[in-house]
């Protein structure tokens, strides 16, 4: 096995951003070219955070609490490495991440208002968040610059380019 691949099997990544920058999207190709498991944050959030977010209520810090601990379950049962997708909006809970899974690297898909908002819509029916919730990760949104192991990407750039990108920055030894 190429030797990149293996040193990027060792490696938990958060693919972050707001609602719509294409989280699933970008997990899912990587992780399948990493060889790694995805771990679809969505699916950890709780039967009443999903009703919450579903009638356009956005969720607080106390009900994003036991989501993160249930991700930070996730990062420490895969000690080889996952792909975990979590918006991940607040430098607090990049950091609580972080405690579960020391050099955790994060790569965050930066998008505008209006084309997260696009995406979102289009959407429709078949995922939980509503629409309504966009303008509310904006506003919770602490950007991630200049922290350490974080990648910041065009979320509108091609998916074949952004996981070249995210390849390329992961064989690197750096955390920056």
Known sequence: MDSAILTMMNTSIVIMGVAGCG????GG??????????VEGDDFHSPESRQ???????????????WLDRLCDQLRQHPGGIVLTCSALKKAYRDHLRQAAPGLRFA????????AQARVASRGQA???????????????????G???VLTLDAMAPLSQLQAEVA????????T
Request: hydrophobic residues 40%; proline residues 4%.
């Open 127 to 145: 995922h939980f968040f509503s629409s309504k919730l966009v303008d509310s990760q904006f506003a919770t949104l602490q950007l991630p610059t």
């Open 23 to 26: 989280k699933s999207s970008l």
């Open 52 to 66: 919450k977010m579903s009638q356009g209520i956005a969720l607080t810090d106390d009900d994003r609490a036991g």
């Open 108 to 115: 965050f898909l930066q998008i505008s208002r209006e084309d």
């Open 168 to 175: 390329a920055w992961l064989t690197t030894k750096e955390l």
């Open 147 to 149: 922290e350490p192991g």
């Open 29 to 38: 190709v990587l992780a399948q070219a990493m060889h790694l498991p995805l």
